[in-house]
């Protein structure tokens, strides 16, 4: 069982940046697969980025690869979202989830944080 809590979501301008934050509780963080997707309004949740149990390996949407930088600190049981050159079309709701799978797949995620709300102001 892994419990998931996002923050850092905001408003900012476009060509800012945010870093979100994901806090993991419960044993298995170390051994999961992380990943963030986000949900723009009135739209399906799509993928962002995954990191796979030790960091070492990386994927990115399309969408937001050479922009956003996920990253994980198993020690502290965090994993984080780098986002940078932000535009208003990144405007969504981020999620945080944990699989045993490396997946971009969102039904193979197991575990959801609640969310953050990421708007980018043109």
């Given at each position: 069982?892994?419990?998931?809590?996002?923050?850092g979501g905001g408003l900012v301008q476009a060509?800012?940046?945010?870093?979100?934050?994901?806090?993991?509780?419960?044993r298995s963080f170390s051994a999961s697969s992380?990943?963030?997707?986000?949900?723009?309004?009135?739209?399906?949740?799509?993928?962002?980025?995954?990191?796979?149990?030790?960091?070492?390996?990386?994927?990115?949407?399309?969408?937001?690869?050479?922009?956003?930088?996920?990253?994980?600190?198993n020690a502290r049981d965090t994993v984080y979202?780098?986002?940078?050159?932000?535009?208003?079309?990144?405007?969504?709701?981020?999620?945080?989830?944990?699989?045993?799978?490396?997946?971009?797949?969102?039904?193979?995620?197991?575990?959801?944080?609640?969310?953050?709300?990421?708007?980018?102001?043109?």
């Open positions: 069982q892994v419990q998931l809590l996002e923050s060509g800012g940046s945010l870093r979100l934050s994901c806090a993991a509780s419960g992380m990943a963030w997707f986000r949900r723009p309004a009135g739209k399906e949740r799509e993928f962002v980025a995954r990191a796979d149990p030790h960091g070492g390996i990386t994927d990115y949407a399309d969408s937001v690869r050479g922009r956003f930088t996920i990253s994980r600190d979202l780098q986002m940078n050159s932000l535009k208003p079309e990144d405007t969504a709701v981020y999620y945080c989830a944990a699989s045993q799978y490396f997946t971009d797949r969102r039904d193979e995620y197991e575990y959801w944080g609640q969310g953050t709300q990421v708007t980018v102001s043109s």
